[in-house]
């Protein structure tokens, strides 16, 4: 019986430690990355994109795409709707996800989409439409609405990979033959 209470408590600990971040277990707060092969990216939180807005890297490896990490970038499901402007440094030429999850509607919605970031550039990225590449020298600011800044630049988009059909196989999926 002794066993059992230190192994519940033991799992209990570790729902509560995990429901404090937000997203999943090994979820990391952002840092911006300052090495010389950084790229940049712009999101925004505003009515139109709500939620909690993460970027997830991954490895490619053979013809598949392996899970490196995942950095979440606002919480602001608790904040209500805010307009915010977010500018991430990470690493360039990596493959990336840019993950929104919604609830503002009461139903969650999960908006994901896939680009490959290309170092020393800049770009606005929104979850349910993909990457631009907007030149250097933009001043983008909180005042921007990034889905016009996108239209401006839709004919300069970063080079997508397919999520969908692209993530690798984890031995359960390959025992399971799917």
Partial sequence: MHKFTLSALLVAGAFLLSACTPGPLGTQRYQAYTGSDATVVYTQANKAHQGLFYFQRYNKEGDCFNSAEMIYISNNMLEGVVDRLFT???KGDQYWTLIVQDNSSGRMWIHETAFFL???KHYVAISSRGAVE?????NITSQDDLDKVYDRYQDKPAKPWN???GICK???SKAMGS
């Fill in 118 to 120: 290309e170092k020393g």
């Fill in 163 to 165: 999520l969908r059909r």
């Fill in 170 to 172: 984890s031995w359960l």
């Fill in 88 to 90: 991430s440094r990470l």
């Fill in 134 to 138: 907007i030149p250097a020298d933009l």
